[in-house]
């Protein structure tokens, strides 16, 4: 019977995971100097088929992405289309729908076969749409990539890769 309810347990809290999605994302581009850059880093990022509506801010090198509903959402595809327009990515804030899991330092989360590895967290409980920062490479500035691999205690940081799959390291 014990092993019952923790067999029901373990699986309402992989379907709520499992439902759950990338909603919208903050992307803070570096390197642009004119509504043309801005113009060919939202015309590359507008190829992806998950990304449904970009709204720019010129002010900050903003883009405010709004997914579609049910996409799959591929973070290093956005990263790839900002760095092929010429550009680097300064920041990416991911807001993701969490159904009432508990999270703490070094706790991975699985989003379509893609594993999230919290960095730098306190134990808490996520529930309902939170921003995620990515820390990974090509996600912020050498400088916060550097200081982020120094406080690292898990090897997949550097390769971002872990027991065969990708991983993203974020923080909230």
């Not at 060919?40 to 449904?52: N, V």
Request: net charge positive; glycine share 4%; aromatic share 12%.
């Amino acid at each position: 019977m014990k092993f019952l309810k923790i067999f029901v347990a373990l699986l309402v809290t992989t379907i709520s995971i499992a439902k759950a999605q990338f909603t919208k994302a903050e992307l803070q581009v570096s390197g642009l100097t004119c509504s043309m850059c801005s113009n060919a880093t939202e015309k590359s990022l507008r190829k992806l088929d998950f990304i449904g509506d970009i709204k720019t801010d010129l002010n900050r090198n903003l883009f405010i992405i709004t997914f579609k509903k049910d996409a799959i959402v591929n973070l290093d595809q956005i990263s790839q289309k900002v760095q092929s327009a010429g550009f680097s990515v300064n920041s990416l804030k991911a807001t993701f729908n969490f159904s009432n899991v508990k999270v703490s330092n070094n706790y991975h989360f699985n989003y379509n076969g893609t594993l999230y590895d919290f960095l730098n967290v306190g134990d808490k409980t996520l529930d309902g749409p939170v921003a995620v920062t990515v820390l990974d490479k090509n996600f912020v500035p050498a400088s916060t990539y550097k200081k982020y691999a120094a406080m690292a205690d898990v090897p997949c940081y550097k390769t971002g890769i872990m027991n065969g799959s990708r991983v993203y390291h974020v923080t909230i």
